[in-house]
C-alpha cells in the first residue's frame, strides 16, 4: 500500500520512468484497481485536465517498467468505441461525472465516481458519456499500453473494424495524430464517418423492426422525398428530412415535434443506405438525445432482409 502511494504522487508529477520492462513485474487487475483509486484521490493531477469538443482529451501521466496512468475527459456524447487492450489488463475509476460500459450480451453498467473496474487482457468494452455533463477518469494498464484494436457490434457479435489496421493505434499515437489533423483541418470523410460510428450501438434492420414494435423506438427516414418515391418507403416510419432533423428533434426547439419531449427519446435514423444517417444520429447524441442510432444498411438494407416496405410511387 505504500509502494502504491509513492507511485501515485510520482505519477501526479507526470514522472515517466524508463526500465527493462522484460524484469518488471506485471500488476494484477485488483491491483491496478487500488492504484487508479488511490490516484484519483490524490492532489496536483486535475489541473492538467483539458477538455475537448472534437474528441475526448487523454494524456499518459505515469509510465513505469509495470504499468502506466492515463487521465481522460469526455464531453457529453463522447465514447471510446468498441476496443480491447492488447495484452494489457487494466482498471478505470471515474472521478467525476458518470459514464457507462457497453459489452455485447451484457447489461449496460452505470459507473458513478469512486467505484473502480477492472478487467484483464482480451477485455473488449464501449465506454461512454451518455449524461449532460463532463466526465474524468483514471485508467491504468499493465503492462504499458502498447496496442488497442477496434471492432464493431454485429448483433452481438464483435468484429474487427473494417479498414482498420491490425495493431491501431496507442492513445499518445492517436492524440499526435489528432493534433496534427486539428492543425491542418486534414479528417477525411471516412474519418468523420469512422468517428461517428464509434459513438453508435448500430442496429441491423431485423434489430430496428423489433425495436420500433416492441419498445416504443421511432424509426426516422431522413431521405428526400423524391428518394422515397423511388425506392419505397417503410410503413409506420416518421419521415424528417436530414436539412431540419435537429431542430425537430431539439426538445429546446421551437419547432419541434410534438413527441419531441426530452432526451430519453430512443430514435433510429435511416436513410437509404446508412452512411448519412450515422452522421445524423451522432448529430442527436450531441442535442442530448444520447439513445439516438442509426440502421446498418439503411432502407436499401431492410428492404432485402424481407421486412415489410411501402412500394415506391414513381418507378421513374
Known sequence: ??????????????????????????RTPEELANIVSLFASSDGWLDKVRLRADGRWYERLYHGPDYDLWVISWLPGQSTGFHDHGASSGAFVV??????????DERTRVIHPGKACAFGPDYAHDVRNVSLAPAISIHAYSPPLSEMNEYELDGSELVPREGA????ETPDQ?????????????????????AARAR?????????YEAAATTGAILVDIRPESQRAMEGSIAGALVVERNVLEWRFDPASSTR????TDHDLRVIVFCSEGYTSSLAATALQDLGL???????????AWRASGLPTVPPSNAS
Open 257 to 260: 415535434l410534438p413527441i419531441a
Open 200 to 208: 453508435l450501438r448500430r442496429l441491423s434492420p431485423e434489430e430496428a
Open 165 to 168: 489496421s491490425e495493431k491501431a
Open 174 to 194: 492517436g492524440w499526435s495524430v489528432q493534433r496534427r489533423q486539428l492543425r491542418t483541418g486534414a479528417l477525411s470523410i471516412e474519418q468523420l464517418l469512422s
Open 290 to 300: 444520447w439513445r439516438s442510432t442509426d440502421m446498418v444498411g439503411g432502407f436499401q
Open 1 to 26: 500500500m505504500a509502494a502504491d502511494k509513492r507511485l501515485a504522487r510520482e505519477a501526479s508529477t507526470t514522472l515517466i520512468a524508463e526500465k527493462d520492462l522484460s524484469d518488471a513485474l506485471l
Open 95 to 104: 472521478a467525476t461525472g458518470i459514464l457507462e460500459e457497453h459489452r455485447p
